[in-house]
């Protein structure tokens, strides 16, 4: 129970959305982590009108079914071909770190920077280097 993650999944929207809208339809949720009853991730929509970044909290067959406008974005309308992609963003570090003590095998004790995110576990420290 709790924020899933898995490597580069992305693909485009299948069919319009309008900013209100709770259920996305993309082309192919494959890529995208299994979500069981109390799991979330993070995505990004990407359209010609801007980004928003959308809590994922149910994924069935290609529909996903989204709590709209995370992370300070704003509710927008996308269109069918736009980009849903699994990226990183500051609610999913935030949310890793809420999490506090994390079941053995996954992160533990993550700490935000202004520069890095640093995630420990069973004496191991990753950094993960925000670029600037």
């Known amino acids: 129970m709790g924020i899933k993650f898995s490597n580069n999944a992305g693909t485009i929207i299948s069919a319009d959305v309008t900013s209100d809208a709770t259920s996305i339809l993309v082309d192919d949720a494959s ?4 979500l069981g009853a109390g799991d979330w991730c993070y995505a990004t929509i990407i359209g010609s ?3 928003e970044i959308v809590k994922v909290t149910a994924i069935t067959g290609n529909n996903m079914i989204v709590e709209r406008a ?3 974005t704003s509710a927008l309308a996308f269109i069918s071909s736009d980009r849903f992609e699994l990226r990183n963003n500051a609610a999913m570090f ?3 770190t809420a999490a506090g003590d994390i079941a053995d095998g996954e992160v533990g004790n993550a700490q935000l920077a202004s520069d890095a995110v640093i995630m420990t576990h069973s004496g191991a420290t990753v950094v993960i280097d925000a670029g600037v």
Request: charged share 40%.
């Open 31 to 34: 890529e995208f982590p299994t």
């Open 49 to 51: 009108f801007g980004i």
């Open 70 to 72: 995370k992370d300070n």
């Open 94 to 96: 935030e949310d890793i």
